[in-house]
Structures are given as C-alpha cells and as structure tokens.
C-alpha cells in the first residue's frame, strides 16, 4: 500500500500533471494532422525526454499518445479524412452518403484531370483506379519524362510527375494526383490550354 501511495504521489506532483496536460494538448494538434500519427509523435518525443526526471517523462509521453489517438477523429469527423489510422473507423461510419459525397470530389477531379491531359496530347485509359491518373506522353514528343514535365512546368507553371523517377519502365509516362481540387486541376488545364504549345 505504501507503494501505491508513493506512485500516487509522484504522479500527481505538479510537474508530472502539467506534463499531462501539456503532452495532451500538443498530442490532440499532431493527432489532428492527417498523416501525423500519435504513435510517431511518441517517437519524435523519446528523445526530448531523456534528460528528464523519469516520471515526468513517462506522463508526456503517455499524455501525447492519449491526445493524437483522440486527435486523430478531428479531422476524420470534420475533413472526413483520417488523422490517424485508428481513426480510419471514424471515418468508415460516416454512412454511405459520406461515400458517395467523396466518389463525386474524386469523380470531378478525375474529368479535370482528363482534360488537362487532353489539352498536352497525352494517352491515358479512362477509369483508372486510385488518387492518380498516369498517362503516356505524347507519340511525337521526343525527350523522357523528365525533361516533358520541365517543359510543362517552365511554360505553364504546372507541375506534373515525371513517371521515370519511378524506374526506367515510366520514361514515356507522366502522373497526375487526385489529391488537389478539382478547381485548381481546371486551372491548370486552362494554363496548358493556353500556354503550353505555344
């Protein structure tokens, strides 16, 4: 019982409490961030705390995990995009007017992709799946991927990813993510439109 008594008093010291507050509340922020996980939070922090009394150590580290797991169903709630991957759930009970809402982004996104494609003279398959659309360069473009998106990128202040940084098999081929508004994918087209083979 002495113990007991002894942790008890230890934990609730005033620098351990205010190592929970705080390591919750910097934990809720990182959970937020969709990619930022609680459990990489506690890594980044190990090595902050090793120069601290063990206690208070411990308390952040525990405080940061607790605050990123509830962080992570802020943003699954309000971005319907998961904080954290434990949040995926959250994001999954959203309904099924949640899935058709987040089909009809991408949707809108995907045909602004295509226009934009169309617009440099690419071949792409309609339909693809995934957060993006890859197509082939142009038949009578004569340079690779890289010095295709330069040019693109020089003239039209567009950037598209060059399929050869993932190997040599992409030379021909360029990407172009879903992940942006489909406002600033028109945008876009409308620069190439304008800009590119001019």
Do not use: H
Not at 142 to 171: H, N, R, W, Y
């Amino acid at each position: 019982m002495e113990m007991i008594t002894q942790a008890a008093l230890s934990l609730f010291a005033p620098a351990p409490l205010l190592a929970i507050v705080a390591g919750t509340l910097g934990g809720v922020i990182i959970g937020a961030i969709p990619g930022l996980t609680a459990t990489m939070a506690v890594a980044l922090l190990i090595p902050v705390t090793f120069g601290m009394n063990p206690v208070v150590g411990l308390a952040l580290m525990g405080g940061v995990y607790s605050g990123g797991m509830f962080g992570g169903a802020i943003s699954s709630i309000l971005l319907s995009t998961p904080g954290t991957p434990a949040a995926a759930a959250t994001a999954l009970g959203l309904g099924e007017e949640w899935f058709t809402q987040l089909n009809e982004i991408y949707y809108a996104r995907e045909k602004q992709a295509y226009a934009l494609l169309d617009a440099l003279g690419c071949k792409y398959r309609l339909g693809q799946a995934g957060l993006f659309v890859w197509a082939e360069l142009p038949e009578d473009y004569e340079g690779d991927s890289f010095q295709f998106s330069d040019e693109v990128m020089e003239k039209c202040d567009v950037f598209l990813t060059p399929g050869a940084i993932f190997g040599s098999e992409g030379k021909r081929y360029i990407r172009i993510t879903l992940c942006c508004p489909a406002e600033l994918l028109e945008k876009a087209a409308k620069a190439i439109k304008e800009r590119f083979r001019k």
